[in-house]
């Protein structure tokens, strides 16, 4: 079993910019890739980014690209996702998970396990 401890989130002006840490315990985390997904209220959960296990391979949806930087401290088991240029759009609840293999996952692949999301706000 993995726990996955989200924090980061917060209120920021648009243009502004948030890192989002996240904390797993459990030894899986040293086996798995890692993402972060984000959601809003009656939408389903998207795909943000990806990071391989050894930090090799990144995957990003389009709208991130150039602005969104996911990385991974594998010693101290802890994703990160820097996020700048922040958007109104950008507002979510933002979502750590981890995968059942290492290499870098589809956009489309189903994580394994799941954080409990943190909310990032962004105004206008």
């Known amino acids: 079993q993995v726990q996955l401890i989200e924090s980061g989130g917060g209120l920021v002006q648009a243009g502004g910019s948030l890192r989002l840490s996240c904390v797993a315990s459990?030894?899986?985390?040293?086996?798995?890739?890692a993402g972060w997904f984000r959601q809003t209220p009656g939408k389903q959960r998207d795909f943000v980014a990806a990071?391989?296990?050894?930090?090799?391979?990144?995957r990003y949806t389009d709208s991130v690209k150039g602005r969104f930087t996911i990385s991974r401290d594998n010693a101290k088991n802890t994703v990160y996702l820097q996020m700048n240029s922040l958007k109104p759009e950008d507002t979510a609840i933002y979502y750590c998970?981890?995968?059942?293999?290492?290499?870098?996952?589809?956009?489309?692949?189903?994580?394994?396990?799941w954080g409990q999301g943190t909310q990032v706000t962004v105004s206008s």
């Open positions: 998970a981890t995968y059942q293999n290492a290499w870098l996952p589809e956009t489309t692949t189903s994580p394994e396990y």
């Open positions: 459990g030894r899986t985390f040293r086996t798995s890739a």
């Open positions: 990071i391989s296990l050894t930090s090799t391979h990144t």
